[in-house]
């Protein structure tokens, strides 16, 4: 006589093979990926511009700052730092004293040093609202003429920055494009905000002649970590410890009910959302009219974590894209990689770019624990 099995043994007899496919296929890399030794490049004269670009530095590493300073003080005539948004955790700069936040920024600005500074509104920095943000820019305004906020206003931009030989940064703010009723007044954007800033964005492309152009924004085109859909074994075994670090309390099956109904129910912060591809999807628009032969690059953060993508198909607009989000303490998260990744890493860190003067152009991924270069590349147009 056989016996039927009830749901929760069948439930039982599958848990293993469950959770085994679930570390299996969820596993993050703490281990740069792939695992190549590239060394580094020795230092050349021929480099006439260096760009830092530090992401979701709001609860800010020691190590990370310290390095930053280091690579700024090497050259900082022709060195411009770039805070990639998510500058104060958790919620912006808030009115009042507003002691702790602004030790935050003093700490960043430090980190710039004599170099030229810039700072990018991040999603997190928007939750103070506009008004957050211009202040956030008059308190980094006022610490020197060679740091500002980009773009000015509360707006979202096009900004672009000159200042570096051979480069042209182009800044969006890209929070505010994602949100639904953005505050346009002042920014002089017309009844049509989304067709002003597509022109442009089209405008600056054709403007940048031969130097190398560089998107900086908050929220990259792509991304293989949480904002673009992937979570490892820790948020499926054990999902408290994403609101407080130390709840290592397992929960299998129900901890995975969250990331697989974030993945049904994306919000705009999601690359995977129906707002954000179509942000992007505008974004590339704009940009497809490129022609220079210099690399089109896009440096964002958004995801804490180290990744270099390069272009997945011939029509695809970006030859690459940088996800350097990995400044904060306690704010790492998952990462994975795609056919189009070229380097991959769960660690704290940043990315510098050096222009030469013949129009090379060298990427490194420098982490900080231990201190040294990661990763290095020389990009190349499509």
């Known amino acids: ?69 280091a690579w700024s003080d090497k050259a900082p005539e022709s060195t411009t730092v770039v805070y990639l948004g998510d500058n104060i955790y958790e919620d912006g700069l808030p009115p009042g004293p507003a002691v702790a936040e602004k030790a935050v920024l003093d700490q960043l600005i430090a980190a710039v040093g004599p170099a030229r500074g ?6 997190h920095d928007w939750r103070a609202g506009r008004s957050g943000i211009e202040r956030q820019a008059d308190y980094v305004q006022r610490s020197g003429a060679s740091i500002r906020l980009l773009p000015a206003a509360g707006c979202p931009g096009p900004a672009t920055d000159d200042a570096l030989d051979g480069v042209r940064l182009l800044v969006l703010d890209t929070d505010w494009l994602l949100q639904p009723a953005a505050d346009a007044s002042g920014c002089d954007l017309g009844a049509d905000a989304s067709s002003t800033i597509s022109r442009r964005l089209g405008s600056a492309v054709a403007q940048a002649g031969d130097d190398v152009l560089v998107v900086v924004a908050h929220h990259p085109p792509r991304t293989y970590g949480p904002h673009g859909g ?44 129906k707002h ?44 690459y894209v940088l996800v350097s989000g990995a400044a904060s303490v306690d704010k790492l998260t998952a990462v994975t990689h795609g056919p189009d990744t070229m380097f991959a890493h769960l660690a704290h860190g940043f990315m510098t770019l050096d222009v030469y003067s013949d129009g090379r152009v060298l990427l490194r991924v420098i982490e900080s624990e231990p201190v040294g270069v990661a990763f290095t590349r020389w990009l190349t147009a499509r």
Do not use: E, K
């Open 230 to 273: 992937f979570f490892d074994w820790r948020d499926h075994l054990f999902p408290l410890t994403r609101i407080a670090p130390w709840a290592w309390l397992p929960l299998p099956l129900v901890g995975s009910l969250y990331p697989l109904g974030r993945a049904r129910l994306a919000h705009d912060q999601d690359a995977y959302s």
């Open 118 to 123: 810039i700072f990018v509104p991040g999603n």
């Open 276 to 319: 954000y591809r179509a942000m992007q999807a505008d974004l590339a628009t704009a940009f497809s009219g490129y022609r220079g032969a210099r690399p089109l690059i896009f440096a964002g953060g958004h995801d804490h974590s180290l990744q270099v993508l390069a272009r997945r198909q011939p029509s695809d607009v970006w030859d």
């Open 1 to 69: 006589m056989t016996c039927r099995q009830t749901q929760p043994q069948i439930l039982a007899r599958r848990l293993p093979r469950i959770l085994c496919l679930l570390l299996v296929s969820a596993c993050s890399h703490i281990q740069p990926y792939p695992a190549l030794d590239t060394p580094d490049v020795a230092a050349d004269p021929q480099v006439q511009a260096r760009l830092i670009l530090v992401g979701d530095a709001g609860r800010p590493v020691p190590g990370v700052l310290a390095a930053v300073r």
